[in-house]
Nanobody, 124 residues
Framework: VQLQASGGGLVQAGGSLRLSCAAS????????IGWFRQAPGKEREGVSY????????YYADSVKGRFTISGDNAKNTVYLQMNSLKPEDTANYYC??????????????????WGQGTQVTVSS
């Protein structure tokens, strides 16, 4: 199982980035993928989640209306479109595979495998 996160970079506040999480070794349709982020000195935070098969989506309150998660089962890839970025979105972003219960999608211990992370830096 591998998860390859990419798409991070440096962007000005108000700008956009699209992160990708390319999965291999399993079928996306059978699992869920969560996006998490961690800023220096802060705890890891659940950002968004998409359930394979049903496509059910969840978002943290801090990103609702700005971020959109989507999946392409044919490419076995999950995307995180991030718009209206703010300096407080600066963090290392990780994707992870799991089958979390609905009420705990944002709990990192619910996930089995993690990608290496991609850095997002938003300048003010």
């Amino acid at each position: 199982v591998q998860l390859q996160a990419s798409g991070g970079g440096l962007v000005q506040a108000g700008g956009s980035l699209r992160l990708s999480c390319a999965a291999s070794g399993f079928r996306l349709a059978n699992y869920g993928i969560g996006w998490f982020r961690q800023a220096p000195g802060k705890e890891r935070e659940g950002v968004s989640y998409i359930r394979g098969g049903s496509g059910t989506r969840y978002y943290a309150d801090s990103v609702k209306g700005r971020f959109t998660i989507s999946g392409d089962n044919a490419k076995n890839t999950v995307y995180l479109q991030m718009n209206s970025l703010k300096p407080e979105d600066t963090a290392n972003y990780y994707c992870a595979r799991g089958r979390p219960i609905q009420s705990a999608w944002f709990t990192s211990s619910m996930y089995y495998d993690w990608g290496q992370g991609t850095q997002v830096t938003v300048s003010s």
